[in-house]
């Protein structure tokens, strides 16, 4: 009876020698899945903070000065924005002061040559500044035999100067008209630079501000340990460590 209980305690005893082993093993395992995981979530979340050339350099084009705000640049990005703001506001007054000067100009001709001061193509208001009448001009058409610019005298194309003085005045007034009205061409040409240069400047904010993600990727680790004694551990410490 003795020897039986005896051999009954000894396969309980190596029952549970064997069940410890096997959850040593298992935490084993569970430890070197876990510690990868771990690592790879925490990649992700830094990569994830890198920002993207693309976006930095669209935001730019849409709008001077965001695509550095994008890029933590905003303080180099601000003179890009206000640049804009100024070009707008430039071209703006260039537009209304040129259409001012040109209205002027046609209802001077309305006055001085018979001519409506509206209703007519830009070409007409041309010819209207280089003859005294519609005669005049639709001979030289006819000398240059382009009969598809004869104007009908009987219509409302017709003009006639009373003096050659207005004519030439005229004449000036569109010409400082067309001038204004160009210089806004221009102005539009400049905002079209700013957003490029500030696309460009962007893009270069973004990759300064991954490579120094890219640092700081690079001097941060992750090391994971058993904790507790000999053959029963009790847990697992996973520690962040950063190189300085």
Known sequence: MRASIIIVALMCV?????AQNTMYQFRNELSAIQQPVQQTVVSEKLVMQRKSPTTAVLYSLLLPGMGEYYADGFDE???SLIAEGGLWLTWFSFRQYGTWLQQDARNFASVHAGTPSSGMNDRY??????????YEY??????????????????????RWDSETNRQEYRAMRVSSEKVLNNAQFVIAGIVVNHIISAINAARL??????????????????????????????MTVSLIHRF
């Open 125 to 134: 208001f041309v010819d209207l500044g280089n003859f005294n009448d519609i």
């Open 138 to 159: 639709n001979d030289k058409q006819l000398q240059d035999r382009e009969l598809e610019n004869v104007y009908d005298a009987n219509s409302a194309y017709y003009w």
């Open 14 to 18: 190596a029952s549970i020698a064997e």
């Open 77 to 79: 990005g601000r003179y």
């Open 206 to 235: 973004v990759r300064i501000a991954n490579a120094r993600e890219s640092e700081q990727l690079g001097s941060w680790w992750l090391q994971s340990s058993l904790s507790g004694n000999g053959l029963k551990p009790d847990g």
